[in-house]
């Protein structure tokens, strides 16, 4: 099998434990803190892997910039808006509905921005994946304590979807060729030039050293930062910008069902039923429409 069937699997997989890290995260760290610490040791690693495998580092100085601006974007505030959001008590699940509008905004933005075109039958895959997430997340924001859930920090949530939607663009826009271990390594440069002047800003760098703070870095930069990033780098370089988005839309009914098992919450009918309408609207969407033109996939 190869990495082309593979890889979008083993993203989702790995991407989906980011809701699960976040919240276990701001149990033994400030979430701008950890973030801080969490680039510091991905650029680290990085450079080290890239040396060992020899990459070829870009020399252009257009598309350095290019790489830290997308990683400003994909990493420093996407992830920023998200941990924070979530230390300020919005729900992981919640986080994970609003990522999931990702693919929505993405496909609508791609079509204005760089003329990318969708077929009807991909358009409607990615409505059926938003109406697939609605029904396996909302119904457990209508009960109990949900009026407690900060609004500002819902807004802000809301504010990093669009970071990460507007730095998948312009990913595909301006880095379309180039090393991605490199890139990846000047994205979480990027990152830094975020993260690091919120975090002295709006926090104390307060850290729980310890077991749980060291296995819950390891995880995130090795698992997710590398593992997964790598991941999503490849797809976006391998096909349209709004198919490799549309994978986000299977993230929340699997950050369910971890959240099911490792945290104990409840698996409910409503989530088992999104999470199969999900899984046929990311099918639709990533399908190939024999019906559309070459032109057309320009």
């Known amino acids: 099998m190869t990495l082309d069937r593979l890889a979008p699997a083993i993203f989702v997989l790995l ?3 980011g809701w699960v890290v976040a919240k276990f ?11 801080t610490i969490r680039y510091v ?7 080290a892997f890239c040396r060992l495998s020899g990459v070829t580092w870009p020399r252009e100085r257009r598309v350095i910039v290019h790489a830290v601006v997308s990683g400003m974007f994909l990493h420093g505030i996407y992830l ?38 969708l077929s009807g039958m991909q358009k409607g895959g990615l409505c059926l994946g938003f109406f697939g997430v609605l029904i396996a997340v909302l119904p457990k924001f209508f009960g109990h304590g949900s009026a407690e859930i900060p609004v500002f920090a819902i807004v802000v949530n809301i504010l990093g979807m669009a970071a990460v939607t507007y730095g998948t663009i312009y990913q595909k826009q301006y880095l379309p060729a180039g090393d991605i271990r490199a890139i ?9 030039i975020v ?14 050293w310890g077991f749980g703070f060291l296995a819950v870095l390891l995880w995130s930069v090795f698992g997710i930062s590398m593992g997964a990033i790598l991941l999503l ?5 391998r096909g349209q910008v709004s198919r490799a988005a549309s994978l986000i839309y299977l993230v929340p009914p699997i950050a369910a069902l971890q959240a099911a098992v490792i945290l104990g919450e409840e698996l409910t009918t409503s989530m088992i039923l999104g999470a199969v309408i999900v899984a046929v609207g990311v099918y639709l969407t990533n399908r190939r429409d024999t019906g559309v033109t070459a032109a057309d996939r320009a």
Do not use: C
Not at 25 to 31: A, C, Y
Not at 96 to 113: D, K, V
Not at 195 to 208: C, G, I, R, Y
Not at 233 to 237: K, P
């Open 15 to 17: 991407w989906s434990t």
């Open 41 to 47: 040791v991905a650029a680290l690693a990085f450079t």
């Open 25 to 35: 995260g701001t149990l033994v760290s400030e979430p701008l803190t950890f973030l």
């Open 184 to 192: 990846a390594t000047l994205q979480y440069a990027g990152a830094l």
């Open 233 to 237: 780098l490849y797809l976006l370089r």
């Open 195 to 208: 993260t690091l002047p919120l975090a002295f800003m709006l926090e104390d760098f307060h850290v729980d």
């Open 80 to 117: 920023a808006a998200v941990w924070w959001a979530i230390g300020q008590g919005v729900p992981a699940a919640l986080s994970s509905i609003i990522a999931a509008l990702q693919p929505l905004m993405t496909a609508l933005a791609a079509s204005f921005l760089i003329g990318e075109r």
